[in-house]
């Protein structure tokens, strides 16, 4: 009876398989919405610093080197890859990646620093966002009253379709 | 080669011993993941020991607590002397998201010297084998600190001057940026 129960319990062994995933040697894909390390494009960031004042464990730090440099500091250290900081990005320089095989022997590795050429404030002297080429028309003493500058002036395309809605409401007056 | 991946595989069998200073059990789940079939991590030598005498490798999880990072030093302090120790999540590796409050002193590597880091909140099964893998030297490591430089004037300045054309085509002379 004891060798009987002990070949089926081999058999059902045999029968079940092999369930090791060949992992190290093979790569594994991830789920489709994991979230894997952030990974910060530095073409698209305009230094708004939105990222490091919602960042919930403080990782995402922000410097200014000086009256136009913006440095973008990334540690993750203690990230937790809760993708607060892709979903504020309102340039969405930010994306989530799916690259979880993030170990390694030193934690500066994990590091992303981006240095951003920001413009400077005229009164407060810190770095802002830089300004477009209308405000740099602006900035360079342009005004919309020259004359002689008179084709800068944009000018709309748009019209109304319809007439001014004044009147359009009986109102009874006395 | 094969030689020297065997002996890499087979000659130090790792074992770990699984201390816990403070997490919240999430990346306590995800080690005895590992250790289930599906992520046999016996294949490469690891195997778990209940006492740091025995143990080669201390597997850390959670932040050095005011309360536990005596009793954490106290167990690094234990294993013999060839030992590695790994910081598994993003408590151990920074200190969490409470890093600042009054009971974290920090990450672990401010009571014992870490050598591997494996981030993640939990980190899957796959990082943890993955950091195994690197420790052991079956894969190389794919990280790399990044550094971007802006070293122009991302915006183009234009110039009334460099206007040329008149009413429908307007061409801007030196469209370069400055």
Request: proline residues 8%; glycine residues 8%; aromatic residues 8%.
């Amino acid at each position: 009876m004891s060798v009987l129960s002990k070949c089926r319990e081999a058999l059902l062994c045999l029968r079940a398989g092999r369930v090791t995933l060949p992992y190290p040697a093979q790569p594994r894909p991830t789920p489709p919405r994991f979230r894997g390390r952030p990974i910060f494009n530095a073409a698209k960031c305009i230094g708004c610093a939105g990222c490091a004042n919602n960042c919930p464990a403080r990782e995402i730090l922000v410097v200014d080197l000086c009256q136009e440099i913006r440095v973008i500091q990334y540690l993750g250290r203690r990230c937790t890859f809760c993708g607060r900081c892709a979903e504020v990005c309102p340039e969405k320089a930010i994306t989530m990646s799916r690259d979880f095989e993030t170990a390694t022997p030193q934690i500066r590795d994990l590091r992303q620093r981006l240095d951003l050429f920001m413009s400077t404030c005229q009164r407060c002297g810190r770095c802002f966002q830089a300004p477009s080429p209308l405000e740099q028309l602006k900035l360079k003493g342009y005004r919309f009253d020259d004359v002689e500058h008179e084709r800068w002036i944009f000018r709309s395309k748009a019209f109304l379709d319809s007439d001014a809605t004044v009147d359009d409401i009986p109102i009874e007056l006395d | 080669m094969l030689k020297n991946l065997c002996q890499k595989m087979f000659g130090r069998s790792l074992w770990v011993y699984h201390a816990n200073s403070g997490g919240c059990n999430g990346c306590d789940i995800e080690v005895l993941n590992v250790l289930t079939p599906y992520y046999d991590a016996e294949r490469f030598g690891i195997r778990l020991v209940g006492s740091p005498r025995h143990a080669d490798v201390m597997l850390c999880q959670g932040p050095a607590l005011r309360a536990t990072s005596p009793a954490l030093r106290r167990a690094y302090d234990a294993m013999p002397a060839p030992k590695l120790v790994f910081a598994i999540g993003s408590c151990a590796c920074g200190g969490g998201i409470w890093y600042d409050t009054y009971a974290v002193l920090g990450p672990v590597e401010m009571v014992v010297p870490v050598n591997f880091y494996i981030p993640g909140c939990p980190p899957r099964p796959e990082a943890i084998l993955y950091g195994v893998a690197v420790a052991v030297g079956l894969v190389d490591r794919k990280v790399a600190p990044v550094q971007f430089k802006q070293v122009e004037f991302p915006i183009p300045q234009y110039h009334p001057a460099d206007l040329r054309g008149d009413g429908e085509l307007v061409v801007y002379e030196k469209a370069e940026r400055v």
